[in-house]
């Protein structure tokens, strides 16, 4: 695993202001930033705060990207028995994965744990989903069952009834 960059390396608070004054600066005006950071007492040069820069630009292009997705699964799923979200626990899956294959982590390091925390949280959060889906199919059942049976016992023709049963459970007729 190559060494930690020495941004990597600063506090977080001056390393969130530093993301602030890149993404202010529409990602350029490294050379300031550098004077900045000596001026902190961290010694970076140029290059390494704009190689630093170019990757900050990337991710937060790959999170505009994923919010995009998150809110196309909304729109296109409703709530159809949760799908939007099951979808967006498998999303933040997939980032989750991304951001362990793409970051140049130390396995010692808190953020390490903290990202395998969340991994194991939406593991978590996918089985809860798929019982919340299985639940609801289930009551569905039985509730279109209780509503044949009350139809039938009026009267209601057979398939009127199976269409009725069929809109119910969000069957094609």
Known sequence: MPPR???AKLPD???GELNRRIEQNAFAGYEALSDWLKDQGFEISRSAVQAYGAKF????GALRIATEQARAIADAAGDDANAMGEALVMLAQEKAF???LDLEIDADEQNFG???RAIADLNRAAVQQKRYAAEVQSRAKVAA???ETALRAEGISDDTVELIKAKF???AA
């Open 114 to 116: 903290q990202l395998t």
């Open 98 to 100: 991304q951001v362990l």
């Open 57 to 60: 630009k990337e991710k937060m």
């Open 169 to 171: 459970l969000g069957i």
């Open 13 to 15: 608070e001056l390393r």
């Open 5 to 7: 960059s020495n941004i």
């Open 145 to 147: 069952s209780e509503a």
